[in-house]
């Protein structure tokens, strides 16, 4: 669903956290490995109810990777900043395979963290 948004050369975050979504697009620019903050809709939650257990991992056809991150979000602490890569398109190229892309821009935010 993402790489039908953004295309084989951005990935997508999803975060609640506007700090961390302000710091994910300064690296991002940094390592040029392109990324778009999109939307986090609470009110998807709704598609991830089970009627048999505590979450089910799969939402309707639409909202797919808004879904995808609601879903993720179960199973982080809420006292930490959370976000969500979708980085299925710009981590293959049809002619060369894998790009190795995401791996500088989450180097990069781990060194961050670090200082």
Request: glycine share 8%; aromatic share 8%; charged share 30%.
């Amino acid at each position: 669903a993402c790489m039908v948004a953004l295309g084989k050369s951005v990935c997508g975050v999803w975060t609640d956290s506007d700090d961390l979504a302000e710091e994910l697009k300064d690296i991002s620019k940094l390592t040029e490995e392109k990324a778009w903050r999109m939307p986090l809709e609470k009110s998807y939650n709704e598609q991830l109810e089970s009627k048999i257990a505590d979450i089910k991992n799969i939402g309707t056809r639409y909202g797919g990777s808004i879904t995808a991150a609601l879903f993720l979000q179960n199973f982080v602490s809420k006292k930490k900043p959370f976000a969500h890569l979708d980085i299925a398109g710009p981590v293959w190229d049809d002619k060369i395979g894998a790009t190795g892309y995401g791996a500088k821009l989450v180097t990069e935010w781990v060194r961050r963290q670090g200082e």
